[in-house]
């Protein structure tokens, strides 16, 4: 099935139009509706800012702060913590590396041993909507031909996948990350054990047919034999260690830098750079983040680092490359006189361990390469250590915090 050409434009103006279109919804109506999916085309009822905001095109802080602004405390409660649940995962993976690590360990395994399983071929029908199951195959179709599913329909689909289809997880995560436009390391992965029963440890989600029917308005009406009737939690380690959040390096202040600029974010000109001489920016190409994207994925992602890339020109007025290893990027800050190269927070991802690799091999030539962190992620992710409740009431005090530091404002 191929996949069409992009339906968003992948730049920060594109961001930002959408979401001030999207603002005078984002309380109330929002909060009313935000369930309901009402299939491809006529996403209305959400905002759809999270391609953009899963590259750091547009910011969580500036949206829910505008939200906030715009709406008050109640009415803007719910988009805020709609907004802090990726924050939570991202927070969460990172004190819990280890579930990447076997995450994509398995997909490997799984992938390796597919010629000799006999559900290779129900695995592949699935790919292609070919189940039989009428809401599941629409799914994939509109996963497929746009890059998204309503995050109603993504717990949906993966209960099916689990539960009714049999297939493993971890194959059904490997598919919404290669397809979605947003796809996160850990917002998919987490949310894709959340629905396993393997994230709590008998906290299961179960796709139902009346549910589905009332949230579609009766677009689909599955019989009840059609899908699973109980959701047993998957066998597999659901204890792993919590390692502590890596220590936020000191940005020296009046040094010549390079910026080193990822998919993770795509927003140089807002990270807080104050006193920093900013002689280049080094955008990271995407071939190093190594997986098999969709096309129409990879044309977004390189759509948004070219928009990235323009941008950091306008904003420094300083020559910007494209470098595949660190022997460029410390030949490149060579060039420029720079002594330090300064990124943003790298999270647990496809882009970690080639910044890790290069780290350690520039720093060995006396080029350290340092990870700036942003305050929301910085006051957030402290407190992702259980469930969501626990940031979840940190909310008003951190916005509160965030409102106070002027680099995390829009600019």
Known sequence: MEQSSPVWTPTRLEGQQRFAAFLPRAGRAYASKRNYDFGAGHHTSVSRLSPYIRHRLISESETATAVLEAHGPVAAEKFIQEVCWRTYWKGWLEQHPDVWASYLDE????????????????????????????????????????????????????????????????????????????????????????????????????????????????????????????????DGEDRFERTPLRPADTIPKGRRAILLVTEEDLCPETWPLADIDVRGVAMFTLENAGLDWAPAVVAFKAGAMDDARDRAAAHWGQPVVTVSSSQELTAFAATRGAAVVITSTIPVGFVRPSIEEWTQTASAEGLPILQLARGWDSLFWPHATAGFFKPKEHIPAILAKLAAIPAERSK
């Open 107 to 234: 997909v490997a395994g799984r992938r390796a041993t597919l010629h000799q399983d006999e559900d290779a071929a129900w695995l592949a029908a699935a790919e292609r909507g070919d189940t039989g199951i009428e809401c599941f195959d629409t799914w994939v179709r509109e996963l497929i031909s746009t890059g998204y599913l309503h995050n109603h329909a993504r717990m949906w689909f993966a209960s099916i996948w689990i539960f009714t289809l049999k297939l493993p997880w971890a194959l059904g995560a490997d598919f919404f990350l290669r397809h979605l436009w947003d796809g996160d390391p850990a917002s998919n992965t987490l949310s894709w054990r959340w629905v396993a029963g393997l994230h709590t440890r008998g906290k299961t989600y179960l796709a139902r047919p009346d549910n589905i029917a009332e949230y579609t308005e009766g677009r689909f009406r599955p019989e009840r034999n059609e899908l699973a009737a109980y959701a047993e939690p998957l």
